[in-house]
């Protein structure tokens, strides 16, 4: 079993810049597809990306494309998402998860096994 802790949300004004981390604990995150969610109040966890297991490989919501990068690092066991130029939709609560599937890439939460906590992202206008 692996737990997950993602941590570097907060407040930031739209345009701006915020990178999370996911550290991983009690296995090698090399054996899983990472993927990163988001839930805003009043609304359904929705995917926002996804890397594959050699970092290789990364897949992306439409909303996100161009602005988020996904990236891991297999050294520190750990995930990385850099969000830039954020918007005030951006808001919501941000999650890691990793999948034991290899379709993990199709963003859809119930293919993920281990989730985190999740961490706050609030973008202000």
């Known amino acids: 079993q692996v737990q997950l802790v993602e941590s570097g949300g907060g407040l930031v004004q739209a345009g701006g810049s915020l990178r999370l981390s996911c550290a991983a604990s009690?296995?090698?995150?090399?054996?899983?597809?990472m993927g990163w969610f988001r839930q805003a109040p009043g609304k359904e966890r929705e995917f926002v990306a996804a890397i594959s297991r050699s970092g290789s490989s990364t897949y992306y919501a439409d909303s996100v494309k161009g602005r988020f990068t996904a990236s891991r690092d297999s050294a520190k066991n750990a995930v990385y998402l850099q969000m830039n130029s954020l918007k005030p939709e951006d808001t919501a609560v941000y999650y890691c998860?990793?999948?034991?599937?290899?379709?993990?890439?199709?963003?859809?939460?119930?293919?993920?096994?281990?989730w985190g906590q999740g961490t706050q992202v609030t973008v202000s206008s």
């Open positions: 998860a990793a999948s034991n599937t290899w379709t993990y890439w199709r963003g859809i939460s119930s293919l993920y096994d281990y």
């Open positions: 009690g296995r090698t995150l090399s054996m899983y597809g």
